[in-house]
Antibody, heavy 118, light 106 residues
Framework: QVRLVESGGGLVKPGGSLRLSCAAT????????MSWVRQAPGKGLEILAYISTSGTYTEYIASVEGRFTISRRDDEKSLLLEMNSLRVEDTALYYC???????????WGQGVLVTVSS | EIVMTQSPATLSVSPGDGVTLSCRAS?????LAWFQQRPGQAPRLLISDASTRATGIPDRFSGSGSGTDFTLNIGTLQSEDFAVYYC?????????FGPGTKLDIK
């Protein structure tokens, strides 16, 4: 079955950087658009970015554009999120997600916690 | 940006009851999904395209609506249904979520 496993989270100081990874199994990774969604503690869901098949297209929400970079390695079946210039308000659980044929989020990882604090 | 709103914020109900959750979009959309998030768990897809149940979702969950107003109906609530429910539009980027409706046990 579809499995998405995130890694790379942790505690980082404001202004610091972190790279998240997501290992995908159980489906043909290269055939699917992928995205990252985050959830601040006790708050709702926010999609951050998506990437098309082959990595041709990417989109970001305004609050992370220029600071975060989504990428993929199809040969390794992995999704990445490079996060720079981190802010306290970036503290959240970050989910790796798969987008279905109509762009619906049809599968979620269990999430990885990123804490930005001095 | 399409703004999604949900009502009510919290709903206290008893096991065995049926409930209707509401979601409204700030402009007409077609692509609407519903997600369930149990405490300590990742969200999971319940409904896509406003009314199509995802694989493995029990038929007590049903979605309806069109345009700007959508509903999620849950018939005969089970204990595992007490969770937070989010709607999300994937019509236009950014794919925005509603703030969620929490189902509490009365």
């Amino acid at each position: 079955q579809v499995r998405l496993v995130e890694s790379g989270g942790g505690l980082v100081k404001p202004g610091g950087s972190l790279r998240l990874s997501c290992a995908a199994t159980g489906f043909i990774f290269r055939d699917f658009y992928m995205s990252w969604v985050r959830q601040a503690p006790g708050k709702g869901l926010e999609i951050l970015a998506y990437i098309s098949t082959s990595g041709t297209y990417t989109e970001y929400i305004a609050s992370v554009e220029g600071r975060f970079t989504i990428s993929r390695r199809d040969d390794e079946k992995s999704l990445l999120l490079e996060m720079n210039s981190l802010r306290v308000e970036d503290t959240a659980l970050y989910y790796c997600t798969r987008l279905g044929a109509a762009w619906e989020i049809d599968n979620w990882g269990q999430g990885v916690l990123v804490t930005v604090s001095s | 940006e399409i703004v999604m709103t949900q009502s009510p914020a919290t709903l206290s109900v008893s096991p065995g009851d049926g409930v209707t959750l509401s979601c409204r979009a700030s402009q007409r959309i077609t692509n609407l999904a519903w997600f369930q998030q149990r405490p300590g768990q990742a969200p999971r897809l319940l409904i896509s395209d406003a009314s199509t149940r995802a694989t493995g979702i029990p038929d007590r969950f049903s979605g309806s609506g069109s345009g700007t107003d959508f509903t999620l109906n849950i018939g005969t609530l089970q204990s595992e249904d007490f969770a937070v429910y989010y709607c999300q539009q994937y019509e236009g980027w950014p794919f925005t979520f509603g703030p969620g409706t929490k189902l509490d046990i009365k």
